[in-house]
């Protein structure tokens, strides 16, 4: 009893220090884009001014296809799918964590958002005046430097991206998935898959028949343990192995 009373207080406490970190000000909020990083004291507290702070949970949208884009998105800390309903589906595009922007295509394009945003776990968002946003680009070559670093990397991982599904074979693409989801969203070999088998062909660009196909052979094959959605890399040389030869 004793054991689950102390668990439970440093949970609260944990608890309470991460709202504190998410209500914090701007100028001391360390979730701070390498680009906010670069603004001056006046500038800081124009953004201040200039934001809104919003919790989703998993599920809800954050960004809504073909709607009009007024304003920058920053994720703070959480886990999101992009999505974009094309002429037969809707199809994932790709799973992205915090930190990092949202919509920055469509804030330098048209103003309309292409894709949708969803949650997958709770997500703290900041939403900046896109006003604000291009004030600071046209007058902070070091803000609008970092700005560029990001569009060009998030661009740089969609040709990659787009190169791999298109001359990979489908058990490359799943264990590509797999690989992605443990090294670069949980640095965990264990982890619970943030979406659906349905979700996961989606993004592997193939069937969802296929992908269920391929995890089981996986799962049989004692590559990986998959009970539900709990997933662990048993063998992960063998995984970089499929990955590699596609």
């Not at 220090?17 to 507290?45: G, H, T, V, W």
């Not at 919003?54 to 920053?74: E, H, M, P, R, W």
């Not at 996961?200 to 269920?212: M, N, P, Q, V, W």
């Amino acid at each position: 009893m004793l054991k689950k009373n102390v668990i439970f207080r440093t949970f609260f406490i944990y608890s309470i220090i991460f709202e504190l970190m998410n209500d914090m000000s701007c100028s001391l909020c360390i979730y701070k884009s390498a680009a906010a990083q670069k603004l001056n004291a006046d500038e800081i507290s124009i953004l201040e001014n200039n934001h809104a702070k919003v919790q989703f949970n998993a599920g809800d949208i954050i960004v809504k296809q073909d709607c009009l884009s007024t304003n920058v998105a920053y994720i703070k800390s959480g886990l999101v799918k992009i999505h974009m309903r094309g002429p037969i589906r809707e199809r994932i595009i790709k799973i992205t964590k915090a930190p990092t922007y949202l919509c920055l295509p469509s804030f330098f394009g048209d103003k309309t958002n292409h894709f949708s945003v969803t949650a997958l776990e709770e997500t703290h968002v900041c939403f900046f005046d896109v006003n604000v946003f291009k004030n600071f680009i046209y007058s902070n070559g070091d803000f609008a430097f970092q700005i560029i670093l990001e569009m060009s990397k998030n661009e740089l991982m969609n040709f990659e991206n787009c190169i791999n599904n298109s001359q990979k074979q489908n058990i490359g693409r799943i264990a590509d998935a797999i690989l992605f989801f443990a090294d670069k969203i949980y640095n965990s070999d264990t982890f619970i898959l943030p979406i659906s088998r349905q979700e996961l062909a989606d993004l592997a660009g193939i069937t969802r028949e296929s992908a269920s196909r391929i995890l089981t052979d996986f799962h049989n094959e004692k590559i990986i343990d998959l009970q539900n959605r709990q997933l662990t890399i048993l063998n992960k040389q063998l995984l970089l192995e499929i990955s590699e030869k596609g």
